[in-house]
């Protein structure tokens, strides 16, 4: 069974358009990441959400616009898509905020 | 500025060799995480250091962390074309509230040449 999983893996789309990435885990974890890892490979947090309440909210671009519906669920929407949006986009969840996380296989986003 | 300096950028060590990467950061750390990285696939936990002077092992890798939390370093004995990826370290910092960040190094891409 997977523990993270995204939705899609890879995705390609123009400039100008809206996009949404999935991400469940069934961990039963409380805590929900979403990271960007760029070019450079360096990765760094975008949001953070524990019991479906944002926690973290770092200087991201406000077309980025996370989502949670449940404890299993954070999804990433994100509007009006921008050449430098590309990047891979990992969600992660851990049981509590200063616990190990575990990582999704990421979706490689390509905007054109 | 960066908060967690690694180092080596990269490493390429022949097979059955001992490496050693290393995870510095200019404050003191409530908690250091090794993850590894292949190309293409999210990370893989490694091990979680959160005492100083702490020190984990699983199989032929061994972590530590030194008494002032601040230093890590990740070793790797006799290593295996399956080690080859890249190594990241995050440390939790807390940021107010209940809320802790983790933020990662740059990674250390390793290449293990048979």
């Known amino acids: 069974d997977t523990a993270v999983s995204q939705t899609p893996k890879y995705l390609v789309t123009q400039m100008g358009n809206d996009k949404s990435i999935k991400c469940e885990q069934n961990?039963?974890?409380?805590?929900m990441y979403w990271y960007k890892q760029d070019s450079k490979k360096f990765l760094k947090i975008m949001f953070s959400y524990n019991n479906k309440e944002l926690i973290i909210n770092e200087t991201v671009p406000n077309r980025f616009s996370p989502k949670s519906p449940d404890k299993a669920h954070l999804n990433l929407h994100i509007n009006s898509l921008e050449l430098g949006d590309s990047a891979v986009y990992f969600c992660?969840?851990?049981?509590?905020?200063?616990?190990?996380?575990?990582f999704g296989p990421g979706t490689r986003l390509t905007v054109t | 500025s960066q908060e967690l300096e690694q180092s080596p950028q990269s490493l390429i060590v022949q097979e059955g060799k001992n490496l050693t990467i290393n995870c510095t950061s200019s404050k003191t750390l409530y908690g250091l995480y090794w993850y590894k990285q292949k190309y293409g696939e999210g990370l893989i936990f490694l091990m979680m250091?959160?005492?100083?002077?702490e020190e984990k092992s699983h199989e032929k890798i061994t972590a530590k962390l030194d008494e002032k939390k601040q230093q890590s370093s990740l070793h790797i004995t006799a290593s295996q074309p399956s080690h080859a990826g890249i190594y990241l370290c995050g440390a939790t910092r807390y940021s107010g509230g209940s809320n802790y960040k983790l933020t990662f190094g740059k990674g250390t891409l390793l290449t293990v040449n048979p």
């Open positions: 961990l039963g974890h409380d805590t």
């Open positions: 250091l959160q005492k100083g002077g």
């Open positions: 992660a969840s851990s049981q509590v905020p200063t616990g190990e996380q575990y």
